[in-house]
Structures are given as C-alpha cells and as structure tokens.
C-alpha cells in the first residue's frame, strides 16, 4: 500500500466513519457538518482520474483544487476531522476507489459514506465500490451509505416524474411547475405580472454606446502555483491559456462577491443583453452575464440561494431592475438547470451515446489554438481558451452552430465542451452540448436544431464588421462558411427535417432557390467541408 501520510489534520489512528467529499460537493450548508464528530474522518483527494478523465483547460482544474482546499480549510476552523490528499499524496492511485479501500483499512473504517455524484460515471464507480466493501471475504466489512447533495431543488428520486425518458419534454412546461411548485415570481396560481416568459423584451444587439457601459467582471487574484506546479509534475495534460492568478472565484465568500456583484451592475440589463456578442469589449468579456455557473456547480452557491439573492435585488430596486430582466435569469436557473439535470439522469447512460444526424467529423485544430479567420469563431474560442468561460449564445449559436453545420463527431465536441468550459461537468455539459446544441439526441431537448446562417450571427454581434469572410456572400471565394453551410446542413438531413414544422419554411425556402443558384451554395459548403481546418 502506498504512504498515505496523515495530514495535521487528521491526528487520530482510526476513525469509525469516512466521509467522502468530492470537488464539485463543497456545499458547506449540508446536513455533514452541523455536528463535530470525533470519530469521523473527511477525506477530499486531489485524482489523477478526476484530472484526466478528459483534458481539461488548466484554469479549470487549478479552480477545482483551490476551492477544494480552501473547503477542507473552512471545515478544519469549524473543529472536523480532514484529510486532504494532493496530486503527490494519490499519485499511485489511477483509480479513487483503490484510494477508498486502502483509506478504509488504514483507518480500520466501520461505514463509508458519501453524497451522490452528479456524473454518472462516478455514481457507477462508488456504487459498485459500496457493494465490494459491503462483501469482503476475509475482511471486516464497510457499510456504505449514500446521502443526497441537498443542493438542487428538485430530489434525485422526483426527477423521473417531471422528465420521461427517451422523448422530448418541454423546458418551457417543466420550468412552469417548477415556478408554481417553489412559488417563485408567482402571483397566487398565476405569474407575477400576467406573463410566464419575458423573451420578447430581451434578446437586443449591443449598439456601439452600449459598449462603454458594460462592467468588467469582478475577478481575484487566486495564487495556483503550487497546483500548476503538481499538475506539471504528474504530466496531467491541460489545455488552454496558464494564467498567473485565477481570476474565478474559489471560496464561498469570493461566489458570494460575484453574485452580489451580478446583482448590482449587471441584473439591471442581464435579460436585454444576454444574446448579444462583441468582439469590442476587450477585458469586459463576460458582458452581463453572471459568471456564477462554476461556483453553482461546484455547489459553492446554491440555486435558492442565488434565486433569493435576485429576487431580494429586484424587490429593493424596481426601479431600476424590470420583472423581464429578473424572470429572464430565474429561468436560467429554476428552469434549464434543473431541467438539464433531469434529461442527464433519465437518460442516461444511453444520452452519451446518441447521433442521431450519424456526423462523424473531425474537430479542427483552431479549437485549440483560437487561430481561425472567422472573426466569430476567433473570438469565441479565444476566449474560452483564455478565461474558460464563453457565454450561453457564443457556445450554442458560434462554435456549437459550427460543429453541427461541418457534421463533428458529437463525441469529439462533447469532449472538447467538458474539458474546455470552468462549469463544464458531464450532467450540465452533455444535455446542452449533444442535445440542446448538436441535435444528437434527436429531439429530446430541443424541437429542432439550432443552426443559423451567418445572418443570425450578424443581427447579434459586431463580429462580422472585420471579418475576413463576407456575411452578405453565399457561394463566392470569400463567403460566409456558415451561409452555404446552413443549406447543406438542410440539404443533406432533408429526410429526418423536412416534415418538422418548426423547420419547413427554410425547406420552402430552400425549395423555391433557382437549381443553379443550389448547386453553388452546396459547391461552396463542399470547399468549406474539405478546406475546414483552413478556415
Ligand atoms: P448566465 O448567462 O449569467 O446564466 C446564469 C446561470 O443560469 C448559469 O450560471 C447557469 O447556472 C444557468 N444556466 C443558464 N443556461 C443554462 C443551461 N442551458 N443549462 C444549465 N444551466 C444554465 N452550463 C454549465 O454550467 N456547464 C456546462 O458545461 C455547460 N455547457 C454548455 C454547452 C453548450 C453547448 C451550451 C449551449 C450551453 C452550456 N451551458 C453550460 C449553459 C450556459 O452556457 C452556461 O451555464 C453559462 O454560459 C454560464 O455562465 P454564467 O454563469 O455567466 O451564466
Ligand atoms: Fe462569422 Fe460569417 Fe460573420 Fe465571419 S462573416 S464573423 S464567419 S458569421
């Protein structure tokens, strides 16, 4: 068995129980830690499994472990038994339950609990491992037992009866329980203001004199040189830019900082901006959006918490904060989190497999170097690559836009979503990437794909003004990939589409475009296709 030094922590030769702590649970209003327990050991470990499971950008694994530090450090103040294990202390194990089961024994462990993963594949592996230890021949056996995070509102068990399985289930009808359930922005049995959805109000381009206005993200200056170091160390591949401090939030009062910050400087105006796109606003690159999704879902904050601290904002500022701006938001929370969450479950392990439009082709290069002349496409993947963060319509309608129009292989962009993104976590990431975005899950969570030509793309950015491709071009040299490419994508998919309604005016209009004209744009996107990584 390798040396698993105690930390200062942990003093004791035995402990009765053991108490697993995984890095997106640092939920420090959990029922865990309302009582001191001598006799009960937590344990968080660094992994090499949980670092390569897919290569993640590096500020979102220096995320992970500094705020999975700084948890064990709150919970050692408030008088508990930890035990936080580095990269150099785990380095042996390439597998968390060898970890688990040499911990259980080096500390003569009588019950090992722990709370339910929110990704499949670890809710299967510490299954399994609850019944191995439950049955050891030879040895005293563990008794294993599983809690719930107590973070999302809606129960694990509750989700197979507001989501079925294998169909589509409407956002809109779930998010509507979801308000009258938790009795939020409710009138009685009714919405607040008469309306259940604001979209129409929001949804605006920025013009160049709302530029100026748009704050700069609250960041910090979070020192990850030991993690760097370690992750150099144990040859954990990354991607994406290193920075010298990281600027995400890493503490609970840090989280608490941003969504105060939201609330104050960017609420007022979140739902009239949140399509929109700029490549002029430099260092205010997160627009009004909250950038409070990886302290969510590391379970930091927690979606009542941020839904009351909205909700407080709005009711002390209606002056300034409209119903459409807050509705807006709450949906985000109460309505597609929870809903994502319980797509994931009821479906899977068969969601991860879905491709329903057979695309098989190969992500390019440009994903991990920004360099590409598409000025849209620059601009969202320099950015992720650089802050690993890009908004919900960079993320749908660019780069996601993109990799459905070429056909890319639905593993090869889930692949590069959930490494790539701080908040990406397979729960949240592959509802959103194979079905809301790719369409691979034909239909469940959307009623159609979202792809658009270059024109969408124009109507809610600057981004085309300094493009080197022409947005008004359809099939000449330097036209717009996305223009030909959205009619290809109809051309070629034309039997699973054509007979969606939410579809057939772009097949009519397809339809009634002279042959001649036809065959250029499918010529053009056939260039776009075998030139892609040159793009
Ligand atoms: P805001 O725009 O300020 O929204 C507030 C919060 O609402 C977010 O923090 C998030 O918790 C929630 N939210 C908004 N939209 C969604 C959604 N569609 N699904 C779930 N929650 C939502 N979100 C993740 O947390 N992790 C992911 O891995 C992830 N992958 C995505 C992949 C694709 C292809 C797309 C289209 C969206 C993805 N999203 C993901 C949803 C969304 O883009 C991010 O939650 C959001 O950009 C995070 O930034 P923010 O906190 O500033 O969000
Ligand atoms: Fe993107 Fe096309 Fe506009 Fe260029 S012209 S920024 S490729 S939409």
Redesign the pocket.
Known sequence: MPQLTPNKNNTQKSYKRLRLILGDQLNAAHSWYRERDAQTLYVMAELHQEACYTQHHIQKICAFFCAMENFAGALVQAGHEVMYLTLDDTCAYSRLTHLLQDLCIEYDIAAFEYQQPDEYRLEQQLEAFGVEIGHQAGRQSVAAVRYSTEHFLLDHQELPTYIKPAQHNRMEAFYRKMRKRFKILMDGDKPLGGQWNYDADNRNKFKPKDIKAIPEPLVFSNDITSYKKRLIKHHIKTIGFVADELIWPVSRQQSLAVLDYFCHYCLPLFGQFQDAMTSQANDKWSLYHARVSFSLNSKMLSPQQVINQVLKAYHKATDTITLAQVEGFIRQILGWREYVRAVYWVNMPQYSQQNHLAASAALPSYFWTGQTK????QHALQQSLDYAYAHHIQRLMVTGNFCTLFGISPDEVDAWYLGVYIDAIEWVELPNTRGMSQFADGGWVATKPYISS?NY??KMSD??KT?Y???KQKSTNNA???NSMYWHFLDRHKDIFKNNPRIGMAYRAWLKQETQQQKALLQRAQWCIDNIHQL
């Open positions: 598409m000025q849209c496409m270059g793309i124009n981004y085309c493009c491709y022409d947005v717009c990939p996305f």
